[in-house]
């Protein structure tokens, strides 16, 4: 599995620093929409994501983890396994992006 961790990271999509700005700025009204508990990342938590990126394009997502460097870690990780970027995050809050294919409703900035 830690091959197909590192093969996953170097295929996570690339936010410019302006593009993370705006995308934290329209997610500041949102909620979270998914909860990592203690447990970690479990396949559940990666469909619901990939759910609720597909409807919505930006979410939140609590992370409660007790370290920053593993709450960060575990964004990260999620957010490639749901093809999404890491847009920010400020304490136990994550802000993932993934563009839809169809009808995007989010016009980022060049």
Do not use: N, W
């Not at 938590?45 to 575990?74: C, F």
């Not at 400020?90 to 009808?103: M, S």
Request: aromatic share 2%.
């Amino acid at each position: 599995m830690e091959g197909s961790r590192e093969a996953a990271l170097r295929f996570c999509p690339m936010l410019s620093a302006k593009q993370r700005q705006f995308l934290r700025g329209l997610a500041h009204a949102l909620s979270p929409v998914v909860r990592v508990g203690r447990g970690g990342l479990t396949p559940s938590v990666i469909d619901e994501t990939r759910t609720s990126l597909l409807a919505h394009e930006l979410i939140k997502v609590r992370i409660e983890a007790e370290e920053a460097p593993m709450r960060r870690a575990l964004a990260e990780e999620l957010a490639c396994a749901a093809d999404a970027d890491v847009a920010g995050a400020i304490g136990k809050l994550a802000i993932l992006y993934r563009r839809r294919d169809e009808k995007p409703k989010i016009k980022l900035p060049a």
